[in-house]
C-alpha cells in the first residue's frame, strides 16, 4: 500500500476539497457557532499545511482530521477566551444553523448535540462518520468496552430525549 502525501498545491487543494465539509461539519458539533467552526476547521487544515505527513488512504486521512479537529475543538472550548465569550447572553444573538444534507434529522442530530462530550463523541462517529467502535476505541483512546458502554449509555439517553420530543411512551 502506497502513501500519499501532499506534495503540491494541487494535491493540498484535493485533500483541503475532499474533506472541508467534513471537517466543517464535525468542528460545528463542537462548536454550536458557525464561526468557530469555521475557524477550528481552517486550523486543522493549517495544521496539514505545515507539517509533512502522508497518509496511508482516504481512510487513514479522515481519521487523522478526525481525531484532530475534535482535540483542537475540545482545546479550544476549555481556552479562557472562549470561557468569556459564553459569559455573554447568548438569546440576543441570532441562531445560524450549520448547513445540513437534505433529509429531515434535525431532531436526532439536536439531541446529539446536547449529549455530553464524552457521549456525543461516540455516537457522532459510529452513527454519522461510520468508524466501528474497535476504531473509534483506537481514536479516542478509550478501551473498546468503555466505547460500548457510552454508546448504550448515550442511545438511552437519546431514547428518552427522542420518546418525549415525539410524545410516545
Given at each position: 500500500?502506497?502513501?500519499?502525501?501532499?506534495?503540491?498545491?494541487?494535491?493540498?487543494?484535493?485533500?483541503y476539497?475532499?474533506?472541508?465539509?467534513?471537517?466543517?461539519?464535525?468542528?460545528?458539533?463542537?462548536?454550536?457557532?458557525?464561526?468557530?467552526?469555521?475557524?477550528?476547521a481552517?486550523?486543522?487544515?493549517?495544521?496539514?499545511?505545515?507539517?509533512?505527513?502522508?497518509?496511508?488512504?482516504?481512510?487513514?486521512e479522515?481519521k487523522?482530521?478526525?481525531?484532530?479537529?475534535?482535540?483542537?475543538?475540545?482545546?479550544?472550548l476549555?481556552?479562557?477566551?472562549?470561557?468569556?465569550?459564553?459569559?455573554?447572553?447568548r438569546?440576543?444573538?441570532?441562531?445560524?444553523?450549520?448547513?445540513?444534507?437534505?433529509?429531515?434529522?434535525?431532531e436526532?442530530?439536536?439531541?446529539?448535540?446536547?449529549?455530553?462530550?464524552k457521549?456525543?463523541?461516540v455516537?457522532?462517529?459510529?452513527?454519522f462518520?461510520?468508524?466501528?467502535?474497535?476504531?473509534?476505541?483506537?481514536?479516542?483512546?478509550?478501551?473498546?468496552?468503555?466505547?460500548?458502554?457510552?454508546?448504550r449509555?448515550?442511545?438511552?439517553?437519546?431514547k428518552?430525549?427522542?420518546?418525549?420530543?415525539?410524545?410516545?411512551?
Amino acid at each position: 500500500m502506497s502513501e500519499t502525501a501532499l506534495r503540491t498545491d494541487a494535491d493540498f487543494e484535493a485533500f483541503y476539497e475532499r474533506h472541508w465539509l467534513y471537517v466543517y461539519r464535525l468542528c460545528y458539533t463542537y462548536m454550536c457557532s458557525e464561526a468557530d467552526a469555521e475557524d477550528c476547521a481552517e486550523d486543522v487544515f493549517v495544521k496539514v499545511l505545515n507539517g509533512t505527513f502522508s497518509f496511508k488512504d482516504e481512510t487513514h486521512e479522515r481519521k487523522w482530521l478526525t481525531v484532530t479537529a475534535i482535540n483542537l475543538c475540545k482545546d479550544r472550548l476549555k481556552s479562557y477566551a472562549h470561557r468569556n465569550v459564553d459569559s455573554l447572553d447568548r438569546e440576543d444573538m441570532p441562531e445560524i444553523a450549520a448547513p445540513e444534507p437534505e433529509d429531515d434529522l434535525s431532531e436526532v442530530r439536536e439531541a446529539v448535540l446536547e449529549l455530553p462530550p464524552k457521549l456525543k463523541d461516540v455516537i457522532w462517529l459510529y452513527y454519522f462518520n461510520g468508524y466501528s467502535t474497535d476504531e473509534i476505541a483506537t481514536m479516542l483512546d478509550r478501551p473498546p468496552s468503555t466505547v460500548r458502554n457510552q454508546m448504550r449509555d448515550a442511545r438511552n439517553l437519546l431514547k428518552e430525549r427522542l420518546k418525549t420530543d415525539f410524545g410516545s411512551e
